[in-house]
């Protein structure tokens, strides 16, 4: 008898198994890109907790490049990467355009995420966010950008 498994060729990071509805099974699915990094970094952990109340405070809001320059990451340079480009707690679009400068805390203590509000469009910073694409899971929600918030 043999066993048959198949993988989708959509998937950039292959053998991560995830648990559905969360920010890595998401990210998986459509940035593999960036579970490269979360792998790379050891971080799965972090992003791959389900959470099933609305109320709990251990949340996440990511903002995740839609393009990361190709180049291999160190496990120093991806934990850096994640960790600025993550907030604890689920950040809204609605609160993230409530205010024309917000300075809010990512999970890297040295690197703030600057959020510009105008008119047409919200920039975190300086990284267009991509309004039409925000995924709800549920441990947090995951805001794509145009390009990274870390310097590569």
């Known amino acids: 008898m043999a066993t048959i498994v198949y993988e989708n060729d959509d998937v950039y990071y292959k053998g991560v198994v995830t648990t559905p509805g969360t920010i890595l ?77 917000m300075v809010l805390k990512s999970l890297n203590a040295f690197n703030d995420v600057i959020v510009e509000s105008y008119e047409t469009s919200t920039f975190v910073n300086g990284s267009k966010i991509s309004v039409d694409k925000i995924a709800s899971c549920s441990n947090g929600n995951i805001v794509p950008i145009e390009y990274p918030i870390w310097r590569y």
């Open 25 to 101: 099974d998401e990210l998986n699915r459509t940035y593999p890109r960036f579970t490269s990094l979360i792998i790379t970094g050891n971080l799965a952990k972090l992003y791959d907790v389900y959470i099933n109340d609305d109320y709990r405070d251990d949340k996440l809001t990511v903002f995740v490049p839609l393009y990361i320059p190709d180049k291999n990451y160190s496990i120093e340079e991806s934990i850096a990467a994640c960790k600025m480009s993550t907030l604890r707690g689920r950040i809204s679009l609605d609160t993230l355009r409530s205010s024309p400068r």
